[in-house]
Protein backbone atom coordinates (compact mmCIF):
# COMPACT_ATOMS: atom_id res chain seq x y z
CA UNK A 1 0.00 0.00 0.00
CA UNK A 2 0.80 3.45 -0.77
CA UNK A 3 -0.08 6.88 0.64
CA UNK A 4 -0.78 9.32 -1.64
CA UNK A 5 -2.40 12.07 0.56
CA UNK A 6 -2.62 12.54 4.44
CA UNK A 7 -5.50 15.25 5.54
CA UNK A 8 -5.19 16.38 8.95
CA UNK A 9 -8.87 17.95 10.09
CA UNK A 10 -9.93 19.87 13.26
CA UNK A 11 -13.40 19.06 14.86
CA UNK A 12 -15.45 20.74 17.76
CA UNK A 13 -18.12 19.04 18.54
CA UNK A 14 -20.91 20.21 21.69
CA UNK A 15 -21.48 17.93 23.92
CA UNK A 16 -24.83 17.31 25.17
CA UNK A 17 -24.10 18.51 28.76
CA UNK A 18 -20.43 19.39 30.71
CA UNK A 19 -18.14 16.37 31.21
CA UNK A 20 -16.37 17.03 34.58
CA UNK A 21 -13.58 15.01 36.20
CA UNK A 22 -10.88 15.53 38.61
CA UNK A 23 -8.93 17.59 36.08
CA UNK A 24 -11.20 20.26 35.02
CA UNK A 25 -14.46 20.90 32.77
CA UNK A 26 -15.21 19.86 29.03
CA UNK A 27 -18.24 22.06 27.44
CA UNK A 28 -17.10 20.84 23.58
CA UNK A 29 -14.62 18.26 22.23
CA UNK A 30 -11.89 19.52 20.12
CA UNK A 31 -10.76 16.64 17.70
CA UNK A 32 -7.85 15.69 15.14
CA UNK A 33 -8.99 13.66 12.69
CA UNK A 34 -6.12 11.98 10.09
CA UNK A 35 -7.34 11.16 6.66
CA UNK A 36 -5.29 8.58 4.88
CA UNK A 37 -6.00 8.63 1.05
CA UNK A 38 -4.06 5.44 -1.31
CA UNK A 39 -5.22 4.46 -4.71
CA UNK A 40 -7.62 1.92 -3.30
CA UNK A 41 -9.23 3.47 -0.28
CA UNK A 42 -9.68 6.08 2.39
CA UNK A 43 -8.61 5.37 6.12
CA UNK A 44 -9.78 7.32 9.21
CA UNK A 45 -8.04 8.27 12.52
CA UNK A 46 -9.00 9.94 15.35
CA UNK A 47 -6.44 11.63 17.67
CA UNK A 48 -7.65 11.61 21.15
CA UNK A 49 -5.64 13.96 22.62
CA UNK A 50 -7.41 16.95 24.83
CA UNK A 51 -7.36 20.26 24.23
CA UNK A 52 -5.05 21.05 27.36
CA UNK A 53 -2.33 19.03 28.61
CA UNK A 54 -4.39 17.96 31.93
CA UNK A 55 -4.98 13.87 31.34
CA UNK A 56 -1.73 13.51 30.08
CA UNK A 57 1.40 15.43 28.43
CA UNK A 58 0.06 15.45 24.70
CA UNK A 59 -2.44 18.22 24.14
CA UNK A 60 -4.38 18.61 20.43
CA UNK A 61 -2.21 21.40 18.86
CA UNK A 62 1.04 19.65 20.01
CA UNK A 63 -0.42 16.24 18.89
CA UNK A 64 -1.24 18.35 14.95
CA UNK A 65 1.94 19.74 15.04
CA UNK A 66 4.28 16.88 15.95
CA UNK A 67 2.45 14.98 12.86
CA UNK A 68 3.23 17.97 10.59
CA UNK A 69 6.86 18.17 11.19
CA UNK A 70 7.65 14.89 12.37
CA UNK A 71 5.31 12.13 11.47
CA UNK A 72 3.48 12.44 8.30
CA UNK A 73 6.63 12.83 5.90
CA UNK A 74 8.23 9.74 6.55
CA UNK A 75 5.25 8.01 6.49
CA UNK A 76 4.46 9.68 3.22
CA UNK A 77 7.89 8.33 2.32
CA UNK A 78 7.49 5.06 3.27
CA UNK A 79 6.14 2.72 -0.40
CA UNK A 80 5.40 0.29 0.84
CA UNK A 81 3.39 0.73 3.93
CA UNK A 82 1.36 -1.66 6.34
CA UNK A 83 0.33 -0.62 9.73
CA UNK A 84 1.97 -2.83 11.51
CA UNK A 85 5.26 -0.61 9.81
CA UNK A 86 3.86 2.32 11.30
CA UNK A 87 5.13 1.98 14.89
CA UNK A 88 9.08 0.93 13.77
CA UNK A 89 8.65 3.52 11.25
CA UNK A 90 8.00 6.52 13.84
CA UNK A 91 10.19 5.20 16.78
CA UNK A 92 12.60 8.11 15.88
CA UNK A 93 10.39 10.48 17.80
CA UNK A 94 10.01 9.60 21.37
CA UNK A 95 6.52 9.29 23.03
CA UNK A 96 3.57 11.14 21.51
CA UNK A 97 2.04 8.15 21.73
CA UNK A 98 -1.55 9.68 20.91
CA UNK A 99 -0.81 11.39 17.62
CA UNK A 100 1.36 7.71 16.13
CA UNK A 101 -2.38 6.45 17.42
CA UNK A 102 -3.98 8.40 15.09
CA UNK A 103 -1.94 7.76 12.13
CA UNK A 104 -1.42 4.15 12.84
CA UNK A 105 -5.44 3.84 13.16
CA UNK A 106 -5.40 5.23 9.96
CA UNK A 107 -3.39 3.39 7.53
CA UNK A 108 -4.78 0.36 9.74
CA UNK A 109 -8.31 1.47 8.88
CA UNK A 110 -7.13 2.08 4.52
CA UNK A 111 -5.58 -1.10 4.71
CA UNK A 112 -8.39 -3.55 6.35
CA UNK A 113 -10.80 -1.81 3.75
CA UNK A 114 -8.76 -2.41 0.64
CA UNK A 115 -8.79 -5.95 1.84
CA UNK A 116 -12.81 -5.80 2.67
CA UNK A 117 -12.01 -7.11 6.24
CA UNK A 118 -13.88 -5.24 9.53
CA UNK A 119 -11.23 -3.94 12.30
CA UNK A 120 -12.61 -6.59 14.60
CA UNK A 121 -12.25 -9.54 11.95
CA UNK A 122 -8.24 -7.64 12.07
CA UNK A 123 -7.53 -7.65 15.41
CA UNK A 124 -9.04 -11.23 16.01
CA UNK A 125 -12.55 -10.40 17.56
CA UNK A 126 -14.99 -12.86 18.04
CA UNK A 127 -17.65 -11.20 19.32
CA UNK A 128 -20.80 -9.68 17.55
CA UNK A 129 -21.89 -7.11 20.64
CA UNK A 130 -20.00 -5.53 23.44
CA UNK A 131 -21.67 -4.25 26.92
CA UNK A 132 -22.10 -0.76 27.26
CA UNK A 133 -20.88 0.94 30.35
CA UNK A 134 -20.71 5.10 30.88
CA UNK A 135 -18.58 7.39 32.85
CA UNK A 136 -20.50 9.52 35.13
CA UNK A 137 -19.07 13.23 36.06
CA UNK A 138 -18.55 15.57 39.33
CA UNK A 139 -22.30 16.98 39.49
CA UNK A 140 -22.69 19.60 42.05
CA UNK A 141 -25.22 17.75 43.69
CA UNK A 142 -25.84 14.58 45.04
CA UNK A 143 -29.60 14.03 44.35
CA UNK A 144 -28.41 15.30 40.87
CA UNK A 145 -25.86 12.78 40.59
CA UNK A 146 -28.50 10.17 41.65
CA UNK A 147 -31.03 11.63 38.51
CA UNK A 148 -28.48 11.68 36.02
CA UNK A 149 -27.40 7.38 37.11
CA UNK A 150 -30.84 6.74 36.87
CA UNK A 151 -31.67 7.97 33.68
CA UNK A 152 -28.18 6.21 32.17
CA UNK A 153 -30.10 2.87 33.99
CA UNK A 154 -33.15 3.50 32.57
CA UNK A 155 -31.64 3.58 28.98
CA UNK A 156 -29.61 0.34 29.70
CA UNK A 157 -26.40 1.14 30.11
CA UNK A 158 -24.80 -2.24 32.43
CA UNK A 159 -22.42 -0.31 34.21
CA UNK A 160 -21.92 3.11 36.23
CA UNK A 161 -18.22 4.76 36.46
CA UNK A 162 -18.56 7.22 38.39
CA UNK A 163 -15.65 10.26 38.79
CA UNK A 164 -14.33 11.08 41.91
CA UNK A 165 -12.11 13.55 43.90
CA UNK A 166 -11.66 14.55 47.17
CA UNK A 167 -14.31 16.18 48.63
CA UNK A 168 -16.57 14.00 46.32
CA UNK A 169 -15.98 10.23 47.21
CA UNK A 170 -17.37 8.49 49.85
CA UNK A 171 -20.94 10.46 50.20
CA UNK A 172 -21.89 10.09 46.30
CA UNK A 173 -20.80 6.66 46.01
CA UNK A 174 -23.06 5.42 49.51
CA UNK A 175 -25.39 7.53 47.85
CA UNK A 176 -25.88 5.68 44.14
CA UNK A 177 -25.04 2.06 45.96
CA UNK A 178 -27.85 2.76 48.72
CA UNK A 179 -30.38 3.90 45.74
CA UNK A 180 -29.59 1.23 43.24
CA UNK A 181 -28.95 -1.76 45.11
CA UNK A 182 -25.81 -4.00 45.42
CA UNK A 183 -26.53 -5.76 41.85
CA UNK A 184 -25.30 -2.58 39.99
CA UNK A 185 -21.91 -2.65 38.19
CA UNK A 186 -20.17 0.27 40.19
CA UNK A 187 -16.55 1.26 39.50
CA UNK A 188 -15.06 4.90 40.55
CA UNK A 189 -12.36 7.08 38.55
CA UNK A 190 -9.80 9.52 40.54
CA UNK A 191 -7.93 10.18 37.54
CA UNK A 192 -4.75 11.03 40.21
CA UNK A 193 -6.75 13.19 42.16
CA UNK A 194 -5.13 10.88 45.64
CA UNK A 195 -1.82 10.42 46.59
CA UNK A 196 -1.18 7.22 49.35
CA UNK A 197 -1.82 9.57 52.39
CA UNK A 198 -5.16 9.28 51.56
CA UNK A 199 -5.18 5.71 51.69
CA UNK A 200 -7.11 5.70 54.94
CA UNK A 201 -10.15 7.68 52.96
CA UNK A 202 -9.85 5.38 49.92
CA UNK A 203 -10.18 2.44 52.07
CA UNK A 204 -13.34 3.63 52.80
CA UNK A 205 -14.87 2.92 49.68
CA UNK A 206 -14.20 -0.78 50.41
CA UNK A 207 -17.27 -0.84 51.87
CA UNK A 208 -19.55 -0.50 48.49
CA UNK A 209 -18.19 -3.10 46.89
CA UNK A 210 -16.92 -1.37 43.57
CA UNK A 211 -15.36 -3.62 40.58
CA UNK A 212 -12.51 -1.35 40.98
CA UNK A 213 -10.74 1.89 41.95
CA UNK A 214 -8.92 3.63 39.03
CA UNK A 215 -6.07 5.60 38.61
CA UNK A 216 -5.87 7.02 42.39
CA UNK A 217 -2.16 8.06 42.11
CA UNK A 218 0.34 9.65 39.81
CA UNK A 219 0.96 8.41 36.56
CA UNK A 220 4.04 7.16 37.24
CA UNK A 221 3.78 6.64 40.73
CA UNK A 222 3.46 2.22 40.31
CA UNK A 223 4.97 1.73 43.40
CA UNK A 224 2.66 3.91 45.23
CA UNK A 225 -0.22 2.12 43.37
CA UNK A 226 1.15 -1.02 44.56
CA UNK A 227 1.19 0.15 48.25
CA UNK A 228 -2.32 1.44 48.06
CA UNK A 229 -3.11 -1.98 47.01
CA UNK A 230 -1.94 -3.61 49.97
CA UNK A 231 -3.95 -1.17 52.20
CA UNK A 232 -7.46 -1.48 50.03
CA UNK A 233 -9.53 -4.45 49.40
CA UNK A 234 -11.06 -2.68 46.53
CA UNK A 235 -9.34 -3.88 43.12
CA UNK A 236 -6.70 -1.07 41.78
CA UNK A 237 -7.14 -0.72 37.78
CA UNK A 238 -4.87 1.98 35.97
CA UNK A 239 -5.44 4.16 33.36
CA UNK A 240 -2.86 7.05 32.98
CA UNK A 241 0.04 4.82 34.06
CA UNK A 242 -0.19 2.21 31.18
CA UNK A 243 1.02 3.59 28.47
CA UNK A 244 2.57 0.24 26.44
CA UNK A 245 2.58 -3.63 26.78
CA UNK A 246 5.43 -2.97 28.44
CA UNK A 247 4.47 -0.45 31.07
CA UNK A 248 1.58 -2.96 31.25
CA UNK A 249 4.39 -5.73 32.26
CA UNK A 250 5.89 -3.46 34.66
CA UNK A 251 2.39 -2.62 36.74
CA UNK A 252 1.54 -6.22 36.67
CA UNK A 253 4.62 -7.48 38.39
CA UNK A 254 5.05 -4.99 41.06
CA UNK A 255 1.57 -5.78 41.70
CA UNK A 256 0.37 -1.39 40.95
CA UNK A 257 -3.06 -2.88 39.67
CA UNK A 258 -5.59 -5.88 39.07
CA UNK A 259 -7.09 -4.92 36.41
CA UNK A 260 -6.03 -2.68 33.52
CA UNK A 261 -8.30 -0.01 31.26
CA UNK A 262 -6.99 -0.04 27.56
CA UNK A 263 -7.28 3.18 25.33
CA UNK A 264 -5.68 2.69 22.19
CA UNK A 265 -4.72 6.16 21.95
CA UNK A 266 -2.98 6.53 25.32
CA UNK A 267 -0.61 3.15 24.49
CA UNK A 268 -0.13 4.59 20.64
CA UNK A 269 -2.52 2.43 18.69
CA UNK A 270 -4.53 -0.52 18.08
CA UNK A 271 -1.79 -2.57 17.64
CA UNK A 272 -0.38 -1.76 20.70
CA UNK A 273 -3.47 -2.21 22.90
CA UNK A 274 -4.31 -6.04 21.52
CA UNK A 275 -0.68 -6.69 22.78
CA UNK A 276 -1.40 -5.00 25.98
CA UNK A 277 -4.67 -7.26 26.01
CA UNK A 278 -2.51 -10.06 25.63
CA UNK A 279 -0.26 -9.40 27.95
CA UNK A 280 -2.70 -9.14 30.61
CA UNK A 281 -4.81 -12.09 29.28
CA UNK A 282 -1.39 -14.51 29.98
CA UNK A 283 -1.36 -12.54 33.65
CA UNK A 284 -4.98 -13.50 34.31
CA UNK A 285 -5.39 -9.46 34.82
CA UNK A 286 -8.95 -8.74 33.24
CA UNK A 287 -8.98 -5.81 30.97
CA UNK A 288 -11.93 -3.20 29.62
CA UNK A 289 -11.76 -0.62 27.27
CA UNK A 290 -12.03 3.21 28.10
CA UNK A 291 -12.84 6.45 26.62
CA UNK A 292 -11.69 9.77 25.42
CA UNK A 293 -15.49 11.22 24.19
CA UNK A 294 -14.54 9.46 20.59
CA UNK A 295 -16.69 10.68 17.96
CA UNK A 296 -17.91 7.66 15.92
CA UNK A 297 -15.05 7.20 14.15
CA UNK A 298 -12.64 6.44 17.55
CA UNK A 299 -16.15 4.79 19.23
CA UNK A 300 -16.13 2.29 16.48
CA UNK A 301 -12.92 1.14 16.70
CA UNK A 302 -12.85 0.85 20.66
CA UNK A 303 -16.26 -1.76 20.08
CA UNK A 304 -14.11 -3.51 18.00
CA UNK A 305 -11.16 -3.81 20.33
CA UNK A 306 -13.58 -4.61 23.45
CA UNK A 307 -14.71 -7.53 21.52
CA UNK A 308 -11.15 -9.17 22.03
CA UNK A 309 -12.28 -11.86 24.87
CA UNK A 310 -10.38 -10.41 27.71
CA UNK A 311 -12.46 -7.65 27.58
CA UNK A 312 -14.36 -9.17 30.96
CA UNK A 313 -15.72 -6.18 32.00
CA UNK A 314 -18.25 -3.78 30.65
CA UNK A 315 -16.10 -0.56 28.71
CA UNK A 316 -16.44 2.93 28.44
CA UNK A 317 -18.36 2.40 25.54
CA UNK A 318 -21.58 4.65 25.37
CA UNK A 319 -23.52 5.36 22.69
CA UNK A 320 -22.75 8.60 20.60
CA UNK A 321 -26.13 10.25 22.32
CA UNK A 322 -23.88 10.11 25.70
CA UNK A 323 -21.79 12.84 24.62
CA UNK A 324 -22.97 14.17 20.78
CA UNK A 325 -26.29 14.95 19.68
CA UNK A 326 -25.18 14.58 16.29
CA UNK A 327 -22.49 12.65 16.09
CA UNK A 328 -20.32 12.90 12.96
CA UNK A 329 -20.57 9.04 11.48
CA UNK A 330 -24.01 7.28 11.92
CA UNK A 331 -24.75 6.79 15.64
CA UNK A 332 -23.81 4.09 17.78
CA UNK A 333 -27.08 3.40 19.71
CA UNK A 334 -27.86 1.06 22.71
CA UNK A 335 -29.44 -2.23 22.22
CA UNK A 336 -30.14 -4.07 25.30
CA UNK A 337 -27.35 -2.25 26.81
CA UNK A 338 -24.66 -3.28 24.07
CA UNK A 339 -23.11 -1.43 20.95
CA UNK A 340 -23.33 -3.99 18.39
CA UNK A 341 -19.73 -4.87 16.57
CA UNK A 342 -19.43 -3.03 13.19
CA UNK A 343 -18.96 -5.72 10.58
CA UNK A 344 -17.73 -3.60 7.34
CA UNK A 345 -14.60 -3.04 6.12
CA UNK A 346 -12.42 -0.91 8.47
CA UNK A 347 -13.91 0.78 10.99
CA UNK A 348 -17.30 -0.26 9.15
CA UNK A 349 -18.24 3.51 9.01
CA UNK A 350 -17.27 7.03 7.95
CA UNK A 351 -17.85 10.11 8.56
CA UNK A 352 -21.30 11.82 6.98
CA UNK A 353 -19.93 14.61 4.63
CA UNK A 354 -22.69 17.27 5.93
CA UNK A 355 -22.29 16.42 9.02
CA UNK A 356 -18.15 16.77 9.00
CA UNK A 357 -18.35 20.03 7.18
CA UNK A 358 -20.17 21.96 9.24
CA UNK A 359 -18.04 20.74 12.52
CA UNK A 360 -14.75 21.36 10.42
CA UNK A 361 -13.03 24.08 11.79
CA UNK A 362 -9.23 23.61 9.75
CA UNK A 363 -7.78 21.24 7.04
CA UNK A 364 -4.64 21.25 6.22
CA UNK A 365 -3.52 18.45 3.23
CA UNK A 366 0.05 16.83 2.63
CA UNK A 367 0.81 15.05 -0.58
CA UNK A 368 3.14 12.54 -1.53
CA UNK A 369 4.18 14.86 -4.79
CA UNK A 370 3.90 17.75 -2.01
CA UNK A 371 6.09 15.87 -0.13
CA UNK A 372 8.75 14.97 -2.74
CA UNK A 373 8.62 18.29 -4.26
O1 LIG B 1 -10.03 8.74 32.71
O2 LIG B 1 -11.31 7.51 31.56
C1 LIG B 1 -10.83 8.63 31.80
C2 LIG B 1 -12.39 11.17 29.45
C3 LIG B 1 -11.33 12.01 29.23
C4 LIG B 1 -10.15 11.77 29.88
C5 LIG B 1 -10.03 10.69 30.74
C6 LIG B 1 -11.08 9.83 30.94
C7 LIG B 1 -12.30 10.10 30.31
C8 LIG B 1 -13.51 9.30 30.48
C9 LIG B 1 -14.46 9.31 29.33
O3 LIG B 1 -13.80 8.74 31.51
C10 LIG B 1 -15.18 8.03 29.12
C11 LIG B 1 -15.79 7.96 27.74
O4 LIG B 1 -15.22 8.42 26.73
O5 LIG B 1 -16.89 7.38 27.67
MG1 LIG C 1 -9.65 6.93 33.60
Known sequence: ????????????????????????????????????????????????????????????????????????????????????????????????????????????????????????????????????????????????????????????YLRIKLKIEPGWDVEPVRAVRERFGEELLLQVDANTAYTLADARRLARLDAFDLLLLEQPLDEDDLRGHAALARRIRTPICLDESVVSARSAADAIALGACQIVNIKPGRVGGYLEARRIHDVCAASGIPVWCGGMLETGLGRAGNVALAALPNFTLPGDVSASDRFYATDITEPFVLQDGHLAVPTGPGLGVEPLPGVLAGVTTSVHEVSRRDHDA
Open 1 to 156: MRIERITLRRISLPLVTPFRTSLGTEHERPALLVQVTTADAEGWGECVAGADASYSSEYLEGAEDVMRRHLVPPLLAADPVTAHAVAPLLAGVRGHRMAKAALEMAVLDAELRTRGTSFAAGLGALADRVPSGVSVGIMDSVPELVDAVADYLAQG
